[in-house]
């Protein structure tokens, strides 16, 4: 006696697949796996930009500030006061200050560092001012305290420089920053 291929032992044997119903979940599943992997990786593709575009603004801020406090440390004859002063030679102690002007150490010239329209700006010698911080770094606070430029007294001059603001980087919310640093002129003060 022939058995029937589908029959064993009297039982039906399940050719082997998938019905439609168990096709149909899994697709369903799959679906649903695909759309919250596809919802994270542009969640991170987008937490990525705005993290290099805030690096990338805090670098800025940062390469100018270090800029900036180097060239005080090297330089001499440090003037602090509303504007640029006439005479050269200038010297003038502040506290609270928004603009700092100084001989600068290596050539002698005069270099200035104020702020202008949320932004540090340069002068160097007669020439104009001029922007040292990016547009996406908004400076609400640029303060100085100058001691010790008077020749007569003892003290070595120092600057204390505060900067405070915002960095705008893509998010919702600007990050905002809050630095302060003491500069120590390097050249004895005689």
């Given at each position: 006696?022939?058995?029937?291929?589908?029959?064993?032992?009297?039982?039906?044997?399940?050719?082997?697949?998938?019905?439609l119903?168990?096709?149909?979940?899994?697709?369903?599943?799959?679906?649903?796996?695909?759309?919250?992997?596809?919802?994270?990786?542009?969640?991170m593709?987008?937490v990525?930009?705005?993290?290099?575009?805030?690096?990338?603004?805090?670098?800025?801020l940062?390469?100018?500030?270090?800029?900036?406090?180097?060239?005080i440390?090297?330089?001499?004859?440090?003037?602090?006061?509303?504007?640029?002063?006439?005479d050269?030679?200038?010297?003038?102690?502040?506290?609270?200050?928004?603009?700092?002007?100084?001989?600068?150490?290596?050539?002698?010239?005069?270099?200035?560092?104020?702020?202008?329209?949320?932004?540090?700006?340069?002068?160097?010698?007669?020439?104009?001012?001029?922007?040292?911080?990016?547009?996406e770094?908004?400076?609400?606070?640029?303060?100085?305290?100058?001691?010790?430029?008077?020749?007569?007294?003892t003290?070595?001059?120092?600057?204390?420089?505060?900067?405070?603001?915002?960095?705008?980087?893509?998010?919702?919310?600007?990050?905002?920053?809050?630095?302060?640093?003491?500069?120590?002129?390097?050249?004895?003060?005689?």
């Open positions: 006696m022939i058995k029937h291929a589908s029959t064993y032992r009297g039982r039906i044997a399940k050719n082997g697949g998938f019905t119903v168990e096709l149909m979940v899994s697709l369903t599943v799959f679906s649903i796996v695909m759309l919250i992997s596809t919802g994270v990786l542009l969640v593709i987008d990525n930009a705005k993290g290099q575009a805030l690096y990338s603004s805090y670098s800025n940062s390469f100018a500030l270090d800029s900036m406090t180097r060239e440390r090297t330089g001499r004859n440090y003037y602090c006061g509303p504007s640029w002063p006439s050269d030679d200038a010297t003038q102690d502040c506290v609270g200050g928004s603009l700092i002007v100084f001989d600068r150490g290596w050539d002698n010239e005069r270099i200035g560092y104020r702020l202008q329209d949320e932004r540090i700006e340069q002068r160097i010698g007669a020439g104009s001012w001029f922007p040292i911080t990016a547009s770094v908004v400076v609400s606070a640029f303060d100085l305290d100058v001691e010790g430029t008077n020749d007569s007294d003290e070595q001059p120092y600057v204390d420089v505060r900067v405070a603001g915002e960095i705008y980087n893509g998010l919702a919310e600007p990050t905002d920053f809050e630095i302060s640093t003491r500069v120590i002129q390097r050249i004895l003060d005689r």
